[in-house]
């Protein structure tokens, strides 16, 4: 199972930014290895260049068991689930449920693809997180606080490795800003997500795939998009007591922007 560019393994691949990635990937000339939990629609999916598999990312040994079926030049962390609402009162479930899928996940398939790696000579992982990694985002903390634990997780194993010597094996961070995603059209009603659209315009799956697809090329740490974006919540996260005093601004910001979105949703319905 190889072409020109190697083969891609993408968790979370059956829709929203995973699926877009999916199609670049094959665009690039990668073989991909499209995983989920859920059965993707195949009409959505590139007619050749993709294989379909099952997986549960917060099940390590099912990760391991992939990556070393399939032997990945390329690793994509994707798989996420947002979970908003008041974090002192949401359901145990729900709490490990977000925490499983969207730090654990990340960190299961970041091992096994470093495990097979290893003894390949080398490879590139890239870690889906997001710009709630730098900042407090009431509404939103557990997921914020999972895709903390991915930039972190990610920047110390990178770190990790190359004190060990290991410079093939690259690990990128991709952190967005928020995106017209089945996954926040699902909340689009809800309050509790008002930061996630606080910026002036929400980002697209299209321009955050475009942005991975980069990184393959020119590999680095971290990338925001859109930069400008990261730059800002970059800022303010090394300011913490500011950036709190800031949030009501930004919430009111985001609440406005979010009935604008839903507005426009409703009249393409």
Request: glycine letters at 10%; one cysteine or more.
């Amino acid at each position: 199972m190889t072409t020109a560019r190697g083969v891609a393994v993408i968790t979370g691949a059956a829709g929203g930014l995973g699926q877009c990635i999916v199609h670049d990937l094959v665009g690039a000339g990668y073989q991909v290895v499209a995983t989920d939990v859920v059965t993707p629609d195949h009409s959505e999916m590139p007619a050749t260049g993709v294989r379909v598999e099952f997986l549960d990312v917060r099940d390590a040994a099912a990760c391991r068991e992939i990556a070393e079926s399939v032997q990945p030049d390329v690793w994509i962390n994707c798989a996420g689930i947002l979970g908003a609402g008041d974090s002192a009162t949401q359901p145990d479930a729900e709490v490990e449920l977000i925490v499983g899928v969207n730090l654990l996940g990340v960190i299961h398939g970041t091992r096994a693809a470093v495990e097979v790696m290893r003894s390949r000579g080398g490879g590139h992982i890239i870690n889906i997180a997001s710009l709630a990694a730098w900042v407090p985002v009431p509404g939103e903390c557990v997921y914020a606080a999972t895709k903390a634990g991915v930039l972190s997780f990610s920047l110390g194993l990178k770190a990790e490795l190359e004190a060990q010597g290991i410079t093939t094996i690259d690990i990128s961070v991709v952190c967005p800003d928020g995106m017209l995603t089945p996954m926040i059209t699902a909340v689009i009603d809800d309050p509790a997500v008002a930061l996630t659209f606080s910026g002036p315009k929400l980002t697209t799956v299209n321009a955050v795939s475009a942005r991975v697809i980069r990184l393959l090329h020119a590999p680095r740490s971290v990338a925001s998009v859109p930069r400008w974006r990261g730059a800002q919540v970059r800022v303010l996260g090394m300011v913490p007591d500011v950036a709190t005093r800031a949030l009501p601004l930004f919430r009111r910001m985001g609440l406005a922007h979010q009935a604008k979105v839903r507005d426009q949703l409703a009249q393409r319905r």
